[in-house]
């Protein structure tokens, strides 16, 4: 019998998606020989009633990446720099890279994105800054606070771009609100996906929140209809769907706080996360290596960090309960 392969490497939700975003597809797929909209205004008014922001402040883009992409290369000129974080979302460091533009690191500490650690960093080409929050791999966030001192801190010539991907797994009160802190700060820049709590990471569909002259720039260089036909519709659905997203976090936050205790039981480093992963360290290769497979073993894939160079480090997605339990008995088996 060909054993069933659990993906737990790229924090997708495991609960799947809202079945309104189900019949959203349903009733669109016979018309997807149709060009989708360039500007899809409706989703757009869903997230303006949502956050208290105008249309002309909202981008949409396929998949948040392309919105992060499209950042480095609208708002970087030839000669500035990047600024985020060591050990934080890749694609921050790849795409500077694609456009060839310098993307300076900042150490975490304790496995956090202290915003002050960012300072040193700064000089007089910095224009755009990335902080994941959540974190991607580590799981930690920074306070409202926190995001308001370094607003205050630095030249409003700076766009800070604030990664929320995973913001709706959150249920800490310190989590910044950053659609408040916009009010005081246009150079803030809030990014959001629909890829995570909202189950639709295959149909690559994300936005982001911006003062409205950034939106309009980065509007003249998205390239038309790179939103498909079926994501705006399946998207609105997946908002509406509230019981789903409040369940999937409920479910999210006890699986997340069974797997974290029981690893730590178990010996491993694990730091506490926000989000829908957990994040392991290891003293050496080995170590993790012997991890890793004891789960490949069983069919369980997991993120090795090697291929994001971090050589000791693993990430898993919280699956659900069943799969968290076949982890920690496997682990202790072996
Ligand atoms: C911090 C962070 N930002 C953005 C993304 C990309 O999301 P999307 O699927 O919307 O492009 C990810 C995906 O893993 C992520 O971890």
């Excluded at 960093?121 to 994941?132: G, P, S």
């Excluded at 991607?136 to 205050?152: A, D, M, V, Y």
């Excluded at 409920?250 to 205790?261: A, H, I, T």
């Excluded at 178990?266 to 080995?286: E, M």
Aim: net charge negative.
């Amino acid at each position: 019998m060909e054993m069933k392969v659990v993906k737990l490497s790229a924090n997708e939700n495991c609960y799947g998606c809202s079945s309104l975003a189900l019949d959203a597809i349903l009733s669109k797929y016979k018309d997807v020989h149709l060009y989708p909209d360039v500007n899809p205004i409706t989703l757009k008014e869903k997230l303006s009633e949502k956050f208290g922001v105008r249309t002309d402040n909202i981008i949409v883009g396929a998949g948040s990446v392309r919105i992060i992409d499209g950042l480095i290369q609208t708002l970087v000129g030839e000669g500035e720099e990047v600024l985020t974080f060591e050990n934080s979302f890749i694609a921050y460091g790849q795409f500077s890279e694609f456009h060839k533009r310098k993307c300076r690191f900042a150490p975490l500490s304790d496995f956090r994105c202290v915003p002050e650690n960012l300072l040193p960093f700064i000089n007089d080409n910095t224009r755009l800054i990335f902080i994941a929050n959540p974190n991607n791999p580590t799981g930690t966030i920074i306070s409202h606070s926190e995001l308001e001192w370094f607003l205050s801190k630095i030249s409003e010539k700076i766009i800070v771009v604030i990664d929320e991907a995973y913001a709706e797994y959150v249920t800490d009160a310190s989590f910044p609100n950053s659609f408040e802190l916009q009010k005081k700060y246009s150079n803030l820049v809030v990014l959001r996906s629909f890829s995570k709590i909202y189950g639709l990471a295959g149909l690559r569909i994300g936005y982001g929140i911006m003062e409205e002259k950034i939106a309009a720039m980065m509007n003249e260089k998205q390239i038309p209809f790179s939103v498909n036909y079926l994501s705006p519709a399946t998207a609105i659905a997946a908002l509406s769907d509230v019981d789903f997203i409040n369940r999937s976090v409920v479910s999210n936050s006890q699986q997340r706080e069974y797997l974290f205790d029981e690893l730590l039981k178990l010996g491993y480093n694990a730091i506490f996360s926000h989000a829908n992963f957990i994040y392991l360290w290891f003293d050496n290769d080995v170590e993790k290596e012997k991890f890793y497979s004891k789960l490949f073993q069983e069919g369980i894939v997991i993120c090795d960090m090697k291929v994001f160079g971090q050589a000791k480090s693993l990430r898993i997605t919280i699956g659900v309960s069943e799969i968290n339990r076949k982890i920690i008995s496997f682990l202790k088996e072996n």
